[in-house]
């Protein structure tokens, strides 16, 4: 005598199947929404460790490099504000004769003539030729020269020129000088300090 029927035999192995795959789904989706991101987010999470660590192990190097970078930006800065202590904002050339006759009759030198040029603008600042004649000793001259490099107005000598004179001790000189003006960008970087301070 059997007690369960084909029909219920039938109906039980369909739900045998219908349970293994039901199984077979949920373990691979499973797999898929849980097990493969933890693995990726422990990897990327492991990799972030290292980093990490590196850094920590790195602090004392990365400290010295911004000791050396704040001891260089210091220093820029520093050379900054010379400059802009040595560059008046106009070209000034009355200011720049007096300075160069005082130096002049400091060292005895006579200054003939002073012809100053046009300024010109050029990027981030202006520049203007400024042409003396002059005469005096050897001695004089040079000193003239070595003094001028200590004025506090900034200033290069861009053609000079010495010739030999009636007499043995006095010399004429010629030389054309550049002086500097309005540096442009410090307002602007003042401004910027400003709003970021």
Known sequence: MQVIDEDTKRFGRL?????????????????SFLH????????????RIDGL?????????????????????????????DL??????????????????????????????FHPE????KTGYGEMQVTLKGQGSFGSIC???DQLSKLTRLSKIKDLTV???????????TATLVIYFGVRGS??????????G
């Open 36 to 47: 493969a991101p933890a693995l990726r987010d422990i990897g990327e999470t492991s990799v």
């Open 84 to 113: 802009q202590r040595r560059v008046p904002r106009d070209a000034d050339a009355g200011t720049f004769l007096k300075d160069v006759t005082q130096l002049a009759n400091d060292g005895q030198l006579a200054i003939k003539d």
């Open 163 to 173: 010739t030999v004179g009636e007499s043995a001790t006095e010399y004429p000189m």
């Open 187 to 196: 307002d602007q970087a003042s401004a910027r300090e400003g709003r970021s």
């Open 15 to 31: 739900l045998h199947y219908a349970g293994v795959l039901a199984t077979v789904v949920c373990t691979t989706a499973g797999y």
């Open 118 to 121: 046009k300024p010109e603008a």
């Open 143 to 145: 000193s003239f020269i």
């Open 53 to 81: 660590l590196a850094s920590v192990h790195n602090g004392p190097v990365t400290r010295e490099h911004h000791r050396i970078a704040a001891e260089k930006l210091h220093e820029v800065r520093t050379r900054i504000a």
